[in-house]
C-alpha cells in the first residue's frame, strides 16, 4: 500500500511506482467500489475490454444486428412457455 496526499487545489500526487501506468494527459474512469475505494482505470484499458468482449459476439450468425429484437423475441418464447406451463399446472 502507498499513502499519499490531496493537495489543498484537490490533485493527487502520484508516487514514482504508478507513473508509468498514468502518464500526463491520459483519460481515466474514477470509481468507487462498495468498500469506499476509489479506482481509477485508463479508459483505454475499459474500451480494450469492451472491443474484446464485443468481438466474440460480431460473427455471431444466429443472434440478429438488432439486438433489442432478438431480446424481445427471447421473452416472448419465454412468456408463451411460462403460460403453457401454468395452464399445465391448473
Known amino acids: ?8 487545489k ?3 500526487n502520484i508516487p ?14 474514477i470509481t468507487l467500489d462498495k468498500q469506499g475505494r476509489m479506482v481509477v482505470t485508463p479508459s483505454e484499458k475499459i474500451r480494450a475490454a469492451l472491443m474484446e468482449s464485443f ?3 460480431a460473427d455471431r450468425k444466429d443472434i440478429p444486428a ?5 431480446v424481445r423475441e427471447v421473452r416472448k418464447g419465454y412468456r ?3 403460460l ?3 395452464r399445465e399446472t391448473d
Open 1 to 8: 500500500m502507498v499513502v499519499t496526499r490531496i493537495t489543498p
Open 10 to 12: 484537490h490533485t493527487l
Open 16 to 29: 514514482d511506482e504508478f507513473r508509468k501506468a498514468l502518464p500526463v494527459g491520459q483519460e481515466v474512469t
Open 55 to 57: 468481438g466474440m459476439w
Open 66 to 70: 438488432d439486438s433489442v429484437k432478438h
Open 80 to 82: 408463451i412457455e411460462k
Open 84 to 86: 403453457e406451463s401454468d
